[in-house]
């Protein structure tokens, strides 16, 4: 992973922690730089606008992530109406970034946000040798062909994933018992005690 740069893209604030938190907090602790492209603020709920912007402050802090990206005239529910707008801002945050390695949401997801996501990221990331998908609490099937061993990250996910209050107090799909199980699941599925699993659409095996 050493010497990375590596992109992590969501559609609302909490996504890409709960997909991806734990592989992310390892990127930074092998010394890459990562990124987070967060769509939207989330302003359809539950949670003021205001506050879920600081609550996806505070986990960018627990995770150390560098680089907090938004995206601008795409709103929360509305992300699919606006697919030639979100493959340009995607594009633009690579470039920003210098992105060698793209995360995203997996497109077989039953919210629309999701899956324009993980479509325009697959136009956008086009050139970038390594792009994953994620799971998300609404994923309609989930089938990972790789996996990130989290064992020394998973305390840090979680901490990440609570930051956004608004959306645990509201929800027991954004809880840590969910996120500690789902990591038991894909550790055992890879024969490390805690893992998060990722759906491959290109990946290089640096050797």
Not at 36 to 57: A, C, F, H, K, N
Not at 74 to 85: A, G, N, P, R, Y
Not at 184 to 206: K, M, N, P, Q, W
Request: charged fraction near 20%; charge should be negative.
């Amino acid at each position: 992973m050493t010497g990375k740069s590596v992109l992590a893209i969501g559609a609302h604030p909490d996504d890409i922690e709960l997909g991806c938190g734990g592989t992310l907090a390892r990127h930074v602790a092998a010394g890459d730089q990562v990124a987070m492209l967060v769509v939207t603020r989330g302003e359809v709920g539950p949670g003021e606008t205001d506050q879920r912007v600081t609550e996806q402050e505070r986990a960018v802090e627990v995770l150390g992530v560098h680089t907090l990206l938004w995206g601008t005239g795409i709103t929360d529910c509305q992300v699919s109406l606006h697919e030639l707008e979100l493959v340009h801002l995607i594009e633009d945050a690579i470039q920003r970034v210098d992105a060698t390695i793209v995360y995203t949401h997996s497109p077989n997801d039953s919210h629309q946000d999701h899956r324009a996501v993980a479509l325009c990221t697959m136009g956008a990331a086009r050139w970038i040798s390594t792009v994953m998908c994620y799971e998300a609490p609404s994923s309609l099937q989930f089938s990972p062909t790789a996996y990130v061993d989290i064992s020394d990250s998973l305390d840090k996910k979680i901490d990440a994933v609570l930051s956004h209050a608004s959306q645990a107090e509201a929800s027991r799909k954004v809880s840590a018992s969910r996120v500690r199980s789902s990591a038991d699941y894909y550790g055992h599925a890879c024969r490390r005690t805690y893992a998060e699993g990722f759906e491959s659409v290109r990946l290089t095996i640096e050797i």
